[in-house]
């Protein structure tokens, strides 16, 4: 019973992933919509999307909290409709005060909701003795997929926002609701691997700055591709505007990919060494990048890019599980928070130095910063370290 409560959890889990990347991608793909719908000019539109991962940070340190009285899934069994509810009053105001009240309760439901189900991710893995954690980032790729083309779709019909979000949100929604139902988190478990249980109390910062600095490399590199990569091709590699809207998309098919997979590799070779090619893959992509003669060396470098990045942000929220074992929820809701700081960070600082300088100098530092991961890749478990080998059955259960 207790392995079927465990797998039904990590089923709905998977789907709760699933659907947080089709609502963000509907947002974020659409934000030329949402600018020319509520006149945000070009100037306040920064401060609007700034608004979002700060409030999703402040949520993630408050989630810490309250996860200590109710648990993560309760966080995650009602962060989750408020997240798509706020994306339904994105497209259906029309004043500027609508928009920035719609996005702020965006931003504090999706930190609530990013912190939460990490927290039961890191769980899970945990009950299980073997990673699973990069299928649930998979689960979410693959949403953002979806979401994203069915973006295309209401552009390309010239549909308002309103019209676009309202059945996603009537199907998702009742869905996300019914699947929390089986939300379950994994017991205290095993340490997975040796020398961990060192920080099993109390979250000490000098033990999770690595991974703190490793997400937010991560992000950095991330928010890169997602909002440079199209103006990157069209000005830089002088392509069409059609063609310039495929490295992101075949970015995100890549890390789809990666991440179907990467669990399996965790399994073989270990979480360190796994992180350890990841991040050399993704620092030779934005190398590719930087030195390509056309666009359709620079789509090919983008794709390479999907497959490094891919296992970065999964494999640093297991770490962080693994590395207090005892205290994971705490840990992860603080590492969450440099998710956010590395989105922040990362777009303005490549636009600038791309104003500045070039934009194909820029791509050099996302890489150098990806590459310093490496540098940090002890911190995801000694050398050789394998998860549980592979072959644990799931541990106790405890629903929230």
Known sequence: MTDARLRRGRGSLAFGFFVQGVTFALLVTRIPAIQDRYGISDALLPAF???????????????EKVVAR??????LRWSQPFVLLALLAVGAGTELWQAAVALGFFGLAVGALDASMNMLGVSLQRAYGRSIMLGF????????????????VGAHWHLSLFTSYLPVVAVLLPLALVGSRWYAAGGDGPVPEEGTEKGSGAVAFTLLLPLCLVMTFAYIGDSTVANWS???LQDVLHSSEELATVPYNAYMVTTLLGRAVGDFGVRRLGAAAVVRGGAVLAALGFGLVAAAPGAWAGIAAFTLLGLGLSVLVPQTFAAAGRLFPGNSDAAVARLNVFNYVGFLVGSPLVGALGDAWSYRGAMLVPMVL???TVVYATSFGPRGARYGGGHERPRTVDVG
Do not use: E, R
């Not at 109710?70 to 966080?75: H, L, Q, S």
């Open 49 to 63: 999307l700034a608004a979002v991962p700060i409030l999703a940070g402040v949520a993630s340190v408050v989630t």
């Open 70 to 75: 109710v648990g993560p899934a309760v966080v």
């Open 137 to 152: 980032h998979a689960s979410y790729s693959l949403g953002g997929i979806v979401g994203a083309s069915l973006a295309w």
């Open 230 to 232: 199209a103006k990157y």
């Open 370 to 372: 990806v590459l310093v």
